[in-house]
């Protein structure tokens, strides 16, 4: 059973009730909202993801509703509550959808502390994995939501999880986050695509949310080693453009990505050291997607280097 | 002791009394490397690392990749 199959009413009901449980890779929400555009944008986004019964362990139980302040009259708010705890400052009432997925995120990059965690996009092909590590407007989700769109898996497009028992990639594959003229790039760029309403004003600007793929949905149990971290760059009107960079600086640049890496201590170094060792590093400029779609489709194509 | 991964000419070392992460050339590394014997002035290191070459050169070399690497927690300098 999926979530897709649940009637409208259903999905509320569950979402006011006992609340809903998702498995997202390796972890466990119950997520209960008595707000209406939570409810409609988790039949829009995780229509693909099967539908857990009430009886396995949650990891995190979470919450998103509309307190009742003082607010709640005349500029309606919402907050994000896990086990009971608001990790936020509260956000106006239209951006309840996207605080459900930034704190989603939080409760993995905050906990999951048996994974080096790098804010970094992460797609597959050909069973290895590209890194992409990058600083807000680089055009790092833009790219891998374009990238998934055309056969790559997508294993997340917010945080890299490499798991330091085998420094594989845990996939976490979750909607993708788009953020202003990204939203209308990637419409043109494939118009099939099944988005979620965009919310003005947020702290990003405007964000709308994108399903990430059935393939990738169903493959969320599927480990991969990484095979490259490459570092994008949107530049208008540049030209595609892939530059191998030294690992050394390939390691640093990542290292200062990653949320836990002071945490972990050697550990996290050690991790780290052996992920660079065996992938290729690159500096990627783009302006065009089919362009950068065929260079990443050259990547995945070339043999494994000894 | 510090944890070191090295590609190529370039090295990546995590120094666990801090916890930073410092990228370092060759010669910096070797500098570290000479004094793991133990402490030296700054003619007993140029000797350390290039025993054969005139070492005014390579001391004053050393002394100012080693303040470097003081300035980063990597060495001690002895105030003597």
């Known amino acids: 059973v999926k ?55 949650v990891d995190f139980h979470v919450q998103v509703d509309s307190p009742w302040n003082a607010h709640r009259l005349f500029r309606p ?24 997925e930034w704190g989603l995120n939080w409760c993995v990059s905050a906990h999951a502390n ?13 069973g290895r994995a590209a890194i992409l590590p990058a600083p807000p407007g680089s055009g790092k989700s833009t790219l891998c939501a374009a990238l998934v769109q055309r056969g790559w898996r997508l294993l997340s497009d917010e945080l890299t999880m490499i798991r330091l028992a085998d420094r594989r990639v845990t996939p976490l594959p979750r909607p993708v986050s788009l953020k202003n003229q990204s939203i209308a790039v990637i419409r043109d760029f494939e118009p099939g695509v099944v988005g979620n309403r965009p919310v003005a004003d947020t702290i990003k600007g405007t ?26 760059q ?19 640049r990542v290292a200062d990505n990653a949320f836990n890496y002071s945490l972990l201590g050697g550990a996290g170094f050690e991790a780290l050291a052996d992920v660079v060792d065996a992938a290729q590093c690159y500096d990627f400029t783009y302006s065009q997607l089919d362009e950068a779609i065929a260079a990443f489709d050259a990547l995945a194509a070339a043999e494994v280097p000894a | ?35 793991r014997a133990g402490p030296a002035t700054a003619a007993q290191l140029a ?16 002394l100012s990749l080693a303040a470097d690497l003081a300035a980063l927690g990597l060495l001690e300098r002895d105030p003597a």
């Open chain 1, 3 to 57: 979530v897709g199959d649940l009637q409208p009413a259903q999905l509320r009901a569950r979402l006011r009730g006992d609340g809903l449980l998702l498995r997202t890779g390796p972890y466990a929400f119950r997520i209960r909202s008595r707000l209406a555009g939570v409810a409609d944008g988790i039949a829009r986004m995780y229509a693909d993801f099967p539908l857990l019964d009430g009886r396995g362990f």
């Open chain 1, 77 to 100: 708010q919402v907050r994000f509550l896990v086990d009971g705890v608001t990790p936020f400052l509260p956000l106006p009432l239209a951006q309840a959808y996207p605080m459900l």
């Open chain 1, 114 to 126: 048996d994974h080096l965690i790098v804010h970094a996009a992460v797609i597959e092909k050909g």
């Open chain 1, 207 to 232: 964000v709308a949310h994108i399903r990430p793929p059935l393939d990738s949905v169903r493959r969320a149990d599927e480990t991969c080693p990484v095979g490259w971290i490459v570092f994008p």
């Open chain 1, 234 to 252: 949107y530049e208008p009107g540049a030209a595609t453009r892939l530059s191998p960079l030294p690992r050394s600086r390939g390691f640093m």
């Open chain 2, 1 to 35: 002791v510090p944890l070191v991964r090295s590609w190529d000419d370039e090295h990546v070392l995590f120094h666990p009394g801090s916890g930073d992460t410092h990228l370092l050339d060759d010669d910096a590394l070797r500098v570290l490397a000479a004094l």
């Open chain 2, 47 to 62: 000797a350390r690392l290039a025993p054969d070459q005139e070492a005014p050169a390579i001391a004053a070399l050393a």
